[in-house]
């Protein structure tokens, strides 16, 4: 069996407090995109991940797809599988692709092994491996708060519009973005402003990663401008970078930044 797991953007996020535990309370928009890895499962002697596609780093043994299903596998007393994963989505860009592996993982064990777990108990399964890998399970748009799992939904759809995704060929480390982000409370909601409209969103839905990251990394800079200056009505870099999406009213294509840059249409 296998499944099809789709990336997300984050359209706006607000780093509003450090934790005592070392986290950082936010605010943000999930929204999944079409973008996707390909999750499979088949039985076999032992259990084991094997890996095709882009190179994610580190050891097939940790990847957080394996450890969701160990998870599942020692509580349910599963049979040995073999995961195979066939990597698309880009890694260190911002875009969930890890968490979205090993949810959309869980739900194909759920489905297999005739679990009858139910969305809410397949969030708190998946939690501990990372604090957006609950947004996959139910895969819908979705205001995230506390740690970034914590969910509310929303009524946003952005399907009449034409997204695109441009991911440079740098990778931004999470740990240094947290390290020299700025926290800081914003007067209004990211829930509330996520409904105004697109030319509001210039002004008001941000990214706090963006000006340290920029500082380190102005070619993600210089993408967002390149996407303004083509005619997007809003651009962001999404999550801790390093791809920058940008929402059009009509299709384009954009030549120029495909020189240097991944680029996916349509989205």
Known sequence: MLTFANAKINLGLFLTEKRADGYHNLQTVFYPIKIHDVVELIDADETSMLIKGIDIPGD??????????????????????????LKNIPV????????????????????????GLSDEQMEEYVKPLGADCAFFIKNKPTY???????FEELAIDLSTYFLVLVKPPVHVSTAQAYSKVKVKQPSTSLKDLIHLSLQDWQIHVLNDFEPSVFANYP??????????????????????????????????????????????YDL
């Open 144 to 150: 995230a708060f506390a740690k970034g799992d914590e």
């Open 60 to 85: 097939a043994s940790d990847n957080i797809c394996l450890k969701a299903f160990k998870t599942l596998q020692k509580e349910y007393n599963l049979p040995h599988q073999q995961i195979v994963l």
């Open 219 to 264: 070619e993600i800079d210089k993408i967002k401008t390149q996407l303004y200056q083509a005619g997007a009505k809003f651009a962001l870099m999404s999550g801790s970078g390093s791809s920058v999406f940008a929402i059009f009213e009509k299709e384009v294509k954009l030549p120029d930044l495909e020189k240097d840059n991944l680029v996916f």
């Open 92 to 115: 260190g860009a911002g875009l969930g692709g890890g968490s979205s592996d090993a949810a959309f993982l869980m739900k194909l064990v759920n489905q297999k092994f005739n679990l």
